[in-house]
């Protein structure tokens, strides 16, 4: 199975600062079949089931807000929050959806 | 939209056995793989298995081997995940989640005597 890992654990960002998130897979998640990087991006907060932010690596979920994006190929991906807001709090993960599912151990963003 | 609605909390005593429902809708049931998830308190995410609803076609992760029954029933879109010899460790949220992307809004099983 590939095997996600994500960094850093945690990370302190001031409000209107960038926050960056890195996600690294042990094989790469791009397919050739369809040319795309089966990768997404989900934030949670407690007490809530994940909220799908990115898929694809870099296409933004409808509703989410444009300070989240998405990049990166093949085995490297970064998630940016360009403007940190107080909303933005949370456990942020990445996912592999190849079958089958696995996932990064999670980024916590505090303020 | 899709839609995925899962059964409610559960209780259960060490060594019992929990079935969990996850009803759709929005699509074609059988368009996606259905996969469940587990995350136990505080912790990530761990994947527990998948269903091909078209065929019935099966994948258990190696962790969950032998305790894990998946199913999908086709008449009336919904799916099912079955857990057997609870332990205090299943203590979890377990989602339901469609093609990789879509997650119900998980079910808490408590194992506790």
């Known amino acids: 199975d590939i095997v996600m890992t994500q960094s850093p654990d945690s990370l302190a960002v001031s409000l209107g600062e960038r926050a960056t998130i890195n996600c690294k897979s042990s094989?790469?998640?791009?397919?050739?079949?369809?040319?795309?990087?089966?990768l997404a991006w989900y934030q949670q907060k407690p007490g809530q089931p994940p909220r799908l932010l990115i898929y694809w690596a870099s296409t933004r979920e409808s509703g989410v807000p444009d300070r989240f994006s998405g990049s990166g190929s093949g085995t490297d991906f970064t998630l940016t929050i360009s403007s940190l807001q107080a909303e933005d709090v949370a456990v942020y993960y990445c996912?592999?959806?190849?079958?089958?599912?696995?996932f990064g151990g999670g980024t916590k963003v505090e303020i | 939209e899709v839609q995925l609605v899962q059964s409610g909390a559960e209780v259960k005593k060490p060594g019992a056995t929990v079935k969990i429902s996850c009803k759709v809708s929005?699509?074609?049931?059988?368009?996606?793989?259905i996969h469940w998830v587990q995350q136990a308190p505080g912790k990530g995410f761990e994947w527990m298995g998948l269903?091909?609803?078209?065929?019935?076609?099966?994948r258990y992760a190696e962790r969950f081997q032998g305790r894990v029954t998946i199913t999908a029933d086709t008449s009336t879109d919904t799916a099912y995940m079955e857990l057997s010899s609870l332990r205090s460790e299943d203590t979890a949220v377990y989602y339901c989640?469609?093609?990789?992307?879509?997650w119900g809004q998980g079910t808490l099983v408590t194992v506790s005597s």
């Open positions: 094989q790469s998640v791009l397919y050739s079949s369809n040319n795309k990087n089966y």
């Open positions: 269903v091909d609803p078209e065929d019935g076609k099966i």
């Open positions: 989640v469609i093609g990789g992307l879509h």
């Open positions: 929005g699509y074609s049931f059988i368009d996606y793989y």
């Open positions: 996912q592999q959806y190849y079958r089958p599912l696995t």
